[in-house]
């Protein structure tokens, strides 16, 4: 029995600023001072609030410690764990009161959030399935096993209105259904972490913080379907989550919840990992189902539809981590309490991964029809240095920009496309004014053009075209017939590319044209970027007032661009100028203005 | 793992050991003073054999946490039992005999044990 329980982020975000020699330091220590009997040290998923990272949580206080470094451990180990005076000055500030720690919770990062996907993260060790178990893993598992028809757990998932969370938003209830009715003597289930949008980790998150999970819905839905393979198709980007996720298949293999005759009931299932090579295309299911088989992942037209052909050429339902993560607790609490959670149609929670300019980047877990502004204001802290609020890019590079003016729409599926954006994964990333639109789209669209397969011409050519009149925007060489060409060719993209990825790729270059028209404008007629980041429309100059000639400039500029003698006002030659600002930043008397 | 009967065993036993994961609201929270006085006066005994009573008991609704030095030296180990909406009681010159009968008495019936707290201690210091 331990009195109190150290733990400690392993996420790959707190891992990556040394997570991984905090915990070690503090095995030292605590042995050191002899408390090795009665401290324990878990190292568990990701809390979310990865900017303040490492991050650790001393229970039974619930002391909240933020940006903990190597160095702090020894003051930890003595004061808190020995002496038990909480450190107050590694405190998570917002849990800091007069005279007692704030619980966690009662913060304005949590408080606002409701955790159904990413309840265990952060709270449980993930190589522990024993931690996993206290928590009503596979508890389940058990409850379908021992008490559901197959057809109930169909229904039940139907009923709960759970929608895929990987972006498409489709009942997942239905494509259980399609897939239990599909004949054949060998089905699959299969978990598509191939996640790729830039910005998005919520699956990461979940496969590292609570591995399990994945496991005991797979098999739920194996059971539920006929099938007793499964294969979980993920990222070899991501080495934390392969590595936890394979030891807990392991582990669920040694103590009888994957193989033979599971639980006593005469249901077998098994599962393995594929690793992907990182294709954002493998994302889509019938490139990620054909790169299973072997081949080169490019997608196929559909139908025949996955539930019917699938993984070598078998009925497979595949899914995206984060619904599999919601489907445990729609089967123990049920699909009423599900339904309660929520809008209409879109039913549950979401996890969003805050980025971009704002307080507190991280993951977020909302119910569905939190509004843009509690998410950017109230959870994720506002925008840092009193900069005003842009836009809002949800989707990656399938998504759209949402403007200010939508800040107060409630998101969930329909919501997000009726105003020109899409849920996909989740990624949110917040710009200020010193993000320029065209710049955004352009950096979009050069993603899709290096992500294309290209099997299809639409999107192989298209998106190309697409990226190079944007490009000329940028450069201030285009025309107004550029916009009206641009947009034929997105809708052009969008109905005959083959797969999703060109189908959607075309959106945040329709949704900035339509938001943030006057910014393309500007770029053509003016030959000006708005938020001075289009480098070829800016114009460096020294204001001959403000400079007193202390060459500084002149030596950090790596071209060569900046002349004049000492004590004499400087001059750029803007034939050579680079635009890197760098005279700039060195400037003592503000007298290089940008144009 | 042969049946659920099994899994639920388990996951009985486990919930036990990671009860302290919680911000409970209605937990007994008993607090041993362990700064450097009261550690030189034996509190770390205490702290241990209190430890292992509570979770040999089972009781899931109380929480063992330490603290500094509450400044009354002379009576150290001292430990103090909070619960919602009742008086603090502050146990003095505890030893393991000592914490583990309030253990049982208070913790477990709801006697306080009236002849180690700090009124009777001071009560007999006077007299």
């Not at chain 1, 050429?313 to 049920?334: D, F, H, R, S, W």
């Not at chain 2, 302290?20 to 006066?41: P, S």
């Not at chain 2, 034996?42 to 109380?62: F, Y």
Request: with cysteine; glycine share 12%; charged share 25%.
């Amino acid at each position: 029995m331990y009195r109190s329980h150290v733990l400690v982020c392993g996420g790959t975000g707190c891992t990556s600023s040394g997570s991984d020699r905090i915990v070690r330091a503090l095995e030292n220590n605590i042995k050191s001072v002899g408390l090795e009997q009665e401290v324990k040290v878990i190292r568990t998923g990701c809390f979310g609030l990865c900017a303040l990272g490492p991050i650790m949580i001393i229970y039974p206080e619930g002391a909240f410690y933020s940006r903990v470094n190597v160095d702090d451990v020894p003051e930890i180990v003595e004061e808190h764990l020995l002496k038990g005076r909480v450190v107050k000055r590694l405190l998570y500030q917002e849990t800091v009161q007069e005279d007692t720690v704030k619980s966690l919770d009662q913060t304005d990062f949590y408080k606002k959030q409701m955790r159904v996907a990413l309840k265990n993260c952060g709270v449980i060790d993930p190589e522990n399935i024993n931690e996993y178990i206290a928590y009503d893993g596979y508890a389940a598992l058990g409850k379908v096993l021992t008490e559901m028809t197959p057809e109930e757990v169909i229904k039940t998932v139907k009923d709960s209105g759970l929608r895929g969370r990987g972006g498409g938003g489709f009942l997942t209830g239905q494509k259980w259904s399609f897939g239990a009715a599909s004949k054949a003597d060998q089905k699959y289930v299969a978990c598509n972490a191939d996640e790729g949008d830039p910005g998005a980790f919520m699956d990461r998150s979940i496969l590292e913080g609570d591995p399990h999970v994945i496991i005991e819905a797979m098999a739920i839905a194996a059971y539920a379907i006929g099938a007793n393979h499964g294969f979980v198709y993920i990222r070899a980007e991501y080495p934390i989550a392969v590595q936890r996720l394979q030891h807990a298949i392991d582990q669920a293999r040694e103590v009888g919840l994957l193989g033979k005759n599971i639980l006593g009931t005469g249901f077998d299932f098994d599962m393995e990992l594929r690793l992907g090579a990182g294709a954002f295309v493998c994302g889509e299911e019938t490139a990620l189902m054909t790169s299973i088989d072997g081949k080169r992942g490019e997608p196929r037209p559909r139908p025949p539809f996955p539930t019917t052909a699938g993984i070598f050429g078998k009925p497979t339902v595949l899914n995206n981590v984060e619904t599999y993560a919601n489907i445990p607790q729609i089967i123990l609490k049920g699909a009423e309490w599900f339904r309660s959670i929520g809008t209409e149609k879109s039913k549950g929670t979401k996890v969003f991964a805050l980025g971009g300019k704002i307080h507190n980047t991280g993951l977020v877990e909302v119910p569905m029809g939190t509004t843009l502004r509690e998410i950017v204001e109230e959870i994720g802290g506002g925008i840092p240095g009193g900069k005003k609020f842009k836009a809002a890019q949800t989707g990656g590079p399938s998504g759209g920009c949402i403007p200010d003016k939508y800040l107060d729409v409630p998101i969930d599926y329909d919501n997000l496309i009726e105003i020109g954006s899409m849920m996909g994964s989740g990624g949110l990333i917040v710009m200020d004014e010193d993000t320029c639109m065209v710049d955004i789209a352009k950096f979009y669209l050069e993603f899709t053009v290096d992500e294309s397969c290209g099997k299809c011409t639409p999107c192989r050519v298209g998106t190309k075209r697409l990226y190079e009149m944007l490009d000329k925007i940028s450069k201030g060489q285009g025309t107004m017939e550029d916009l009206d060409k641009m947009e034929d060719l997105c809708y052009y993209i969008k109905e005959n590319s083959l797969c999703g990825l060109g189908q959607s790729a075309p959106n945040p270059v329709l949704s900035t044209l339509k938001y943030f028209r006057d910014e393309y404008i500007a770029h053509i007629q003016d030959k000006r970027c708005p938020a001075g980041v289009c480098k070829e429309l800016l114009q460096y100059a020294i204001d001959p007032q403000k400079c007193r000639g202390c060459t500084l400039c002149a030596k950090v500029c790596p071209a060569g661009a900046i002349t004049g003698t000492v004590k004499e006002p400087h001059v750029i030659d803007p034939g050579k100028c680079l635009k890197c600002g760098a005279c700039m930043e060195k400037c003592r008397f503000g007298a290089i203005v940008r144009k | 793992m042969k049946s659920l009967a099994e899994l639920q065993a388990l996951r009985d036993q486990m919930k036990d050991q990671m009860g302290i994961r919680h911000d409970a609201k209605d937990n007994i929270r008993v607090v041993v003073g362990m700064a450097t006085c009261g550690i030189a006066a034996g509190a770390r005994p205490v702290l241990q054999r209190l430890t292992e009573e509570v979770a040999k008991r089972g009781l899931k609704n109380v929480t063992v946490a330490q603290t500094g030095c509450i400044g009354i030296c002379q009576y150290e180990p001292v430990v103090e039992v909070f619960e919602n909406g009742k008086e603090k009681v502050t146990y003095v010159k505890m030893t393991e005999d000592k914490i583990a009968q309030v253990v049982a008495e208070h913790l477990v019936n709801g006697n306080p044990i009236v002849e180690y707290t700090i009124g009777a201690a001071q009560a007999e210091a006077k007299d």
